[in-house]
C-alpha cells in the first residue's frame, strides 16, 4: 500500500506546512513556558519539570502523526485509518497536552472572565460526558459524516468542534485545577466506564450494517472530493483519471474495512480507558494506603 499512495505526492503524505505550525507551537510553549514566563504571569513560577515538558512534546507529536502524516490521508481512503485519526486525535492527545501545560496556564484560560462561568457548566461530569460522545456519534451517522468531507471549511470546523468537546470531556478526570476536580475516583472510573458505553452503539451499527455507509468511501464521485481535503488540487487533477476508487488502495472490500475500523475504534477505545481507570485505580489505591495511620510505638510497649 505504502507504494501505492506515494502518487499523491510528498504535500499529501507529510503535510509540510502542518508539520511548521506544529513545530512553531513547540517553540512557543518553550518559550512562554520558560525563559519568557515571567511576562505572562506576575506570579513566580517555574518552568516545567522534564516529564511535563515531555508530555507537552509527546502531544504535538500525536497531533502531527493523526493529522499531519500519512494517516490523514488513509484516513480518506479507509475507514480503517479514519478510525485510527479519531482515536490518537480526540482519546490520546489531549490528555497529553492536559497533563503538559502547566498549571497557571490553565488558570490564565479557564478563569478569564468571560470563560470561566461557560467553562464550569460544560465542564460539569455529565454534561461533558453526554456532549462529546452524543456529538462523536452524530458525527458519524452518514449524511453528517459524508458532509463534513465534502468541504475543507465543514471538515475543519466539525473536527475543531469535536476536537474542543474531547477536551472538555476529559477535563473532569485530569483537571489540573482543584475546583473542577469534584470526582472521587470510583466515579471517574464510572464516567469512563459510561463514556465507553455511549460509544458502543455508534461503533455496533458500523460493524453490524450490512451495507456500506459512507459514499466518502464507497461512492467515486465522493471520494475524489473528499481526497482533495489532504492531496493539493494540481496532483489530484493529473490523478483523477488514473484512479478509480478506494480499493486500489486497500487489500479490503468498502464493507469489510468499514467492519475493521468500527471494531478498531472499539478495541483502541477500550485500551485507552482501562489504561486510564488503572491508573486512577492505583493513584487512588497508593493515596488510601498512605494515609492509613501505623500504630505509635508507644501504645505497642505499653502493651507488651
Not at 456529538?135 to 470546523?157: C, E, N, V
Request: include cysteine; aromatic fraction near 14%; proline fraction near 7%.
Amino acid at each position: 500500500m505504502w507504494l501505492e499512495i506515494q502518487i499523491f505526492g510528498f504535500r499529501a503524505l507529510w503535510s509540510p506546512y502542518f508539520l511548521g505550525i506544529i513545530i512553531l507551537l513547540g517553540i512557543a510553549y518553550y518559550m512562554v513556558t520558560g525563559p519568557y514566563r515571567h511576562k505572562f504571569t506576575n506570579e513566580t513560577v517555574d518552568p516545567p519539570k522534564g516529564k511535563q515538558q515531555s508530555l507537552f512534546y509527546i502531544g504535538l507529536l500525536l497531533l502531527y502523526l493523526a493529522k499531519g502524516s500519512p494517516v490523514d490521508l488513509l484516513s480518506h481512503i479507509m475507514l480503517t485509518a479514519h478510525m485510527i485519526q479519531m482515536v490518537i486525535l480526540f482519546l490520546i492527545f489531549p490528555i497529553f497536552i492536559i497533563k503538559g501545560t502547566p498549571k497557571w496556564i490553565w488558570e490564565k484560560i479557564v478563569y478569564a472572565p468571560f470563560i470561566r462561568p461557560i467553562f464550569k457548566v460544560l465542564t460539569k461530569p455529565i454534561v461533558a460526558l453526554v456532549t462529546f460522545n452524543v456529538l462523536f456519534s452524530l458525527y458519524h451517522m452518514p449524511a453528517i459524516f459524508d458532509f463534513s468531507k465534502s468541504s475543507q471549511l465543514a471538515h475543519t470546523s466539525i473536527l475543531l468542534t469535536l476536537l474542543f468537546f474531547a477536551f472538555i470531556m476529559w477535563w473532569p478526570i485530569i483537571t489540573p485545577l482543584e475546583e473542577f476536580d469534584t470526582l472521587i475516583p470510583l466515579l471517574k472510573m464510572g464516567y469512563l466506564v459510561a463514556s465507553a458505553a455511549i460509544i458502543t452503539v455508534a461503533c455496533a451499527l458500523i460493524i453490524f450494517a450490512s451495507n456500506p455507509l459512507f459514499n466518502a468511501y464507497s461512492s467515486e464521485g465522493s471520494w475524489i472530493q473528499a481526497m482533495s481535503l489532504c492531496v493539493p488540487n494540481d496532483v489530484l487533477d493529473g490523478l483523477a483519471f488514473s484512479i478509480s476508487g478506494p480499493e486500489m488502495f486497500s487489500p479490503l472490500t468498502v464493507l469489510e474495512d468499514q467492519q475493521l475500523g468500527g471494531i478498531i475504534m472499539k478495541i483502541m477505545q477500550e485500551i485507552v480507558y482501562i489504561v486510564m481507570m488503572a491508573r486512577i485505580f492505583f493513584s487512588w489505591f497508593t493515596r488510601e494506603s498512605l494515609t492509613v495511620d501505623p500504630v505509635p510505638n508507644t501504645e505497642f510497649q505499653n502493651n507488651i
